[in-house]
């Protein structure tokens, strides 16, 4: 019974369209995201608010305790080439089942601890590894199953997390004054097994294009083709085995010339041997660290790296700089749900702008970036309750831009093209992972030194922009202006005699036939 839920037929199989769909099953896909992003990202954004009773019940001071979080976002961000692997091999939906037990699992278990140090495990490391196993396969198929309206459709389902501040944040404050902060815990961690049945709803993407009439008319195909085509248990096979989407229109390299229509034109057979040729190696391999030698990809990465170390200051320390400026601390915990709004805003507007499709994604966000920067240094000049307001919002508003676009960028012909992006994705997040470490300790040193907190968010604003200038080298080394050597281009001028003789896709004798005048030379 478990079997046949999963295969082709199976109310949870895969889905079979001519096409991306941009909808039908992709709609329950964003509703499973959005509940996604309420138990992860929502949940470690509002797990401040269990910080107070942590010190008081371990008699721990804020430091410890504050590494609860900084390990959890380290395992999960670190561990993301992992996830790549599990679900390239497996596929999507058992990862993200398993992901959503382990986050339940810990948060659970974090009720029985005893020490702070059994914490770092609990929720450290099982749900850290538990959010990593959910969030990037989650998002990935997402964007496999949208085109045209991918940004959109990604920006609304990823305002689950502002949406989870809202609600996490008052409830759980005021279940844990009624039954403690571990029986809340309890309770937090059987809300997050929703997200195994959020997995359960990641059916995999199988474009199968339309049979024109005239292939009716072709020859016999071998024995081994027509399996291809008709066994459906090698249609799912191979949707696992990748990971995402699979498309049924190419059989093996091998068997390709012997069903050619009479009526194609060579060049385009070649050229579609030569797409398949760039693809296949993705598809055989687990982990594609070859996306380390495109330079697109490099800077990309190293954007994402030093564009962290901007993300984590406001929210850390915007309380305490506005009590300096003499801020009544009960107008000051506002700011944090003054950035939250904004953020939601933020979040759905880009969706929409990006939308349109009448500019190059990547400007719009390079242009986000420079925002930011400005922003943050902005927090330092201006002074009263209502200019850090003016800067809450705008903080919130682009960092919901930036937030909802990162990861899909990935998608994008610009960096690495939505066929590779589920064996990229791990990489990029992986390396994202050390400034998300590093950079809390980091502001907090300097605010030790300088005893001025101003001096992280000026660190914060140096990292942004640095990310700023690798994100502006991503288009040219793209387009080769930047690097000379482009390993997997795709506008890589390959000949196409060459290609094919290679290859050995297709004898000499073939490629020297006129198909046009000579219609029978065909065996």
């Known amino acids: 019974m478990a079997l046949w839920i999963f295969r082709k037929d199976g109310c949870l199989g895969p889905k079979v369209y001519s096409e991306v769909p941009d909808g039908g099953w992709g709609w329950i896909v964003a509703v499973a995201f959005f509940?996604?992003?309420?138990?992860?990202?929502?949940?470690?954004?509002?797990?401040?608010?269990?910080?107070?009773?942590?010190?008081?019940?371990?008699?721990?001071?804020?430091s410890r305790v504050s590494w609860i979080i900084s390990i959890c976002v380290f395992v999960m961000t670190f561990t993301a080439p992992l996830s790549t692997v599990l679900s390239n091999h497996f596929g999507f939906q058992p990862v993200v089942i398993l992901g959503g037990f382990l986050i339940s699992l810990g948060t659970i278990s974090t009720a029985f601890t005893s020490y702070i140090s059994q914490i770092y495990i609990t929720i450290g490391i099982v749900a850290g590894l538990g959010y990593c196993l959910t969030f990037l396969p989650t998002v990935t198929i997402l964007s496999q199953y949208f085109s045209k309206r991918r940004s959109l459709v990604t920006a609304m389902a990823s305002t689950g997390e502002s949406f989870a501040i809202f609600v996490f944040a008052p409830a759980f404050t005021a279940l844990k004054t009624h039954i403690g902060w571990r029986h809340t815990m309890v309770v937090l961690g059987i809300l997050q097994g929703t997200i195994v049945i959020c997995g359960l709803l990641l059916r995999p993407l199988i474009i199968k294009p339309k049979t024109s009439n005239e292939s009716f008319t072709q020859p016999l195909k071998s024995t081994k083709q027509e399996i291809i085509y008709s066994d459906p248990d090698s249609e799912l096979h191979g949707s696992c085995s990748s990971g995402g989407a699979q498309s049924l229109e190419q059989p093996e390299q091998s068997l390709k010339v012997v069903g050619q229509q009479k009526e194609v034109d060579p060049f385009q057979i070649t050229q579609s041997q030569q797409d398949q040729s760039q693809e296949e190696p993705s598809r055989s391999k687990l982990l594609d660290l070859t996306v380390l030698k495109e330079c697109s990809f490099v800077c990309y990465a190293a954007f994402g790296l030093f564009a962290t170390l901007g993300f984590f200051a406001p929210q850390l320390y915007v309380v305490e700089l506005s009590a300096n400026m003499d801020t009544e601390r009960d107008k000051a915990a506002y700011m944090l749900s003054i950035m939250a709004v904004a953020e939601i805003f933020g979040r759905l507007s880009i969706g929409w702008i990006l939308s349109w499709g009448r500019m190059r994604k990547i400007f719009v966000l390079l242009g986000c970036v420079m925002m930011m920067c400005l922003v943050l240094v902005l927090f330092t000049v201006v002074s009263g309750f209502w200019g850090l307001v003016v800067c809450c919002v705008l903080y919130g508003f682009l960092l919901g831009n930036i937030a909802s676009t990162h990861i899909p960028m990935l998608a994008e012909d610009d960096v690495v093209g939505i066929k590779r992006m589920p064996l990229a994705v791990g990489v990029y997040v992986c390396i994202q992972s050390f400034a998300g470490l590093a950079g809390p300790p980091l502001g907090g040193v300097l605010v030790d030194i300088t005893q001025k907190y101003s001096s992280a968010f000026y660190s914060c604003a140096a990292g942004m922009g640095l990310g700023a200038l690798f994100l502006g080298l991503v288009r040219p080394a793209k387009t080769g202006h930047l690097c000379t050597k482009k390993c997997f281009s795709p506008c890589q001028d390959i000949p196409v005699v060459e290609h094919v003789s290679e290859d050995k896709v297709m004898p000499e004798e073939f490629q020297e036939v006129n198909i046009l005048s000579n219609p029978q030379g065909q065996s």
């Open 35 to 62: 509940l996604v992003e309420v138990f992860t990202y929502g949940v470690i954004k509002s797990f401040g608010i269990f910080l107070r009773d942590l010190t008081s019940e371990f008699n721990e001071s804020n």
